[in-house]
């Protein structure tokens, strides 16, 4: 059984930056593409970043193009997603997922194809 545990969000003000890190277990974590994905209060879960498994392709939602990067280790079997110049609307639990099947080196999975999920982090970005 895959685990995902996130860790890192918190309270932010507004231009400030956060990491937050996605420890994996419970297979060979470096064979499978990772993404993040978010939710806001009132919102349904959007896309945020994703990385293929060999970490060379990577892809961002327009939202955090530029100011958040993912980026894995897997030799701690962890993800991470680097954010900066948060902004109020950055507000949300964040998600770290993991694809269901092994692809190529430049894989990134669709939404519907992440099998595992964590259990999230919130990241507040106010004054």
């Known amino acids: 059984q895959v685990q995902l545990v996130e860790s890192g969000g918190g309270l932010v003000q507004p231009g400030g930056s956060l990491r937050l890190s996605c420890a994996a277990s419970g297979r060979t974590f470096s064979r499978y593409a990772m993404g993040w994905f978010r939710q806001a209060p009132g919102k349904e879960r959007e896309f945020v970043a994703a990385i293929s498994w060999s970490g060379a392709t990577t892809s961002y939602a327009n939202s955090v193009k530029g100011r958040f990067t993912i980026s894995r280790d897997n030799a701690k079997n962890t993800v991470y997603l680097q954010m900066n110049s948060l902004k109020p609307e950055d507000t949300a639990v964040y998600y770290c997922?993991?694809?269901?099947?092994?692809?190529?080196?430049?894989?990134?999975?669709?939404?519907?194809?992440?099998?595992?999920w964590g259990q999230g982090t919130q990241v507040t970005v106010s004054s």
């Open positions: 997922a993991a694809a269901g099947r092994e692809g190529s080196s430049d894989y990134i999975p669709r939404e519907y194809e992440y099998a595992y």
